[in-house]
């Protein structure tokens, strides 16, 4: 086989699918990943990602394949394993998203919405805050090593190989929705309490006092409170993401394990 750059061709088509599964990882994994990072910068660290994990690892026993029709079936596998994994990682700024938007609904803020560069989409200028929060304290707490670190252990557990993966995992998607829904509540509990018990207060003040326009007066005074909580809460808003970060590396594991 002829060489190119001191590298054969299975060490090339070797790489490549290091490349798969580490691409697809790249563009899809927690903060940095979105379309405010160039994506030539995202291929780019894919490839030197690459570059560390490939002697690393073990494919010799797959050499006879890689020249083979099985060269296809080893790239959906990887390209599916690296998306699957950035999806699940992924958890704990879904749930600050779904906080956010639970959080603009409670306060009468859901129609100020503006353009989400990262996400492409229209979203509450709440939620946008809050994932903003969540992104700068993922990167604080060196979130992005501890990904990377456990996405290179995922090659002891998934090796590259021939076997198919085994999709029963995937059937617990509904759990970790569930899961997700769940934690966006616990983080707005604090201004849902607020509003509620504000709440409260103007209907029983509309009902002592006929005078007062409870319809006019709750909305400013809404936002006034759960502004304030908000704030008020950040502390403990930032401690239970610690938390939730921990749990998306342990579902991501989960994952891998099942298959």
Not at 81 to 97: D, E, K, P, T, W
Request: aromatic share 10%; proline share 4%; glycine share 6%.
């Amino acid at each position: 086989m002829g060489t190119i750059y001191q590298y054969t061709e299975l060490q090339l088509i070797a790489f490549v699918l290091v490349l798969m599964r580490t691409a697809a990882f790249m563009l899809t994994w927690p903060v940095l990943s979105g379309s405010l990072i160039p994506r030539n910068i995202q291929i780019l660290a894919s490839i030197a990602l690459s570059l560390l994990i490939y002697p690393t690892i073990s494919w010799q026993s797959l050499a006879p394949h890689l020249l083979t029709e099985s060269l296809v079936f080893l790239v959906i596998r990887e390209v599916f394993i690296g998306l699957s994994l950035g999806f699940v990682s992924r958890f704990f700024l879904f749930a600050v998203s779904i906080c956010g938007e639970i959080v603009s609904i409670t306060m009468g803020l859901s129609g100020a919405q503006i353009f989400n560069p990262a996400s492409n989409s229209r979203s509450t200028v709440l939620e946008q805050f809050q994932v903003m929060l969540a992104s700068l304290f993922f990167l604080a707490i060196n979130g992005h090593h501890m990904f990377m670190a456990a996405f290179v252990k995922t090659y002891e557990i998934l090796p590259l190989s021939l076997e198919a993966l085994n999709l029963v995992g995937l059937r617990k998607i509904d759990v970790l929705v569930q899961e997700i829904m769940i934690a966006g509540v616990k983080m707005s509990a604090p201004v849902l309490a607020a509003i509620f018990l504000m709440n409260v207060t103007m209907g029983i003040i509309g009902r002592a006092v006929p005078q007062v326009n409870v319809l006019i007066t709750s909305l400013p005074a809404n936002i006034l409170v759960g502004l304030g909580i908000l704030f008020l809460s950040i502390p403990v808003f930032v401690t239970g993401l610690d938390e939730y970060v921990q749990v998306a590396i342990e579902r991501a594991f989960q994952l891998v394990k099942s298959y």
